[in-house]
């Protein structure tokens, strides 16, 4: 029975390749962490959008019945015609 022999080079060249794969794919985990936080913030802000532009429809609501006109008018349409597009 012959020993088997092991060229150096290959050892290097398979140890190379694997620790390059694992630097790729640790990466991949990091970059999967980073879109999740930035999908997190991101339904928060909406969430904080969303109650601004309540705030601000019950404000021009509320100076439309007290009579006031023009661009408080103006600006309630628009504030709705937005409101219904983008649900």
């Given amino acids: 029975m012959e020993p088997i022999t092991i060229d150096i080079s290959l050892v290097v060249t398979v140890v190379a390749l ?3 794969l694992l630097g790729v794919l640790w990466r991949m985990h990091l970059l999967v962490g980073r879109f999740e936080k ?3 913030r991101s339904d928060k802000s909406k969430e904080v ?3 601004i532009l309540n705030a601000l429809l019950a404000c ?3 100076l439309k019945q ?4 023009g661009t408080v008018t103006q600006t309630l349409t628009n504030l709705k015609d937005y409101i219904v597009k983008s649900r």
């Avoid at 007290?66 to 006109?69: A, D, E, K, L, V």
């Fill in 18 to 20: 694997a620790t390059a």
């Fill in 38 to 40: 930035l999908e997190k």
């Fill in 49 to 51: 959008d969303v109650e």
């Fill in 60 to 62: 021009l609501e509320g």
């Fill in 66 to 69: 007290q009579g006031c006109n």
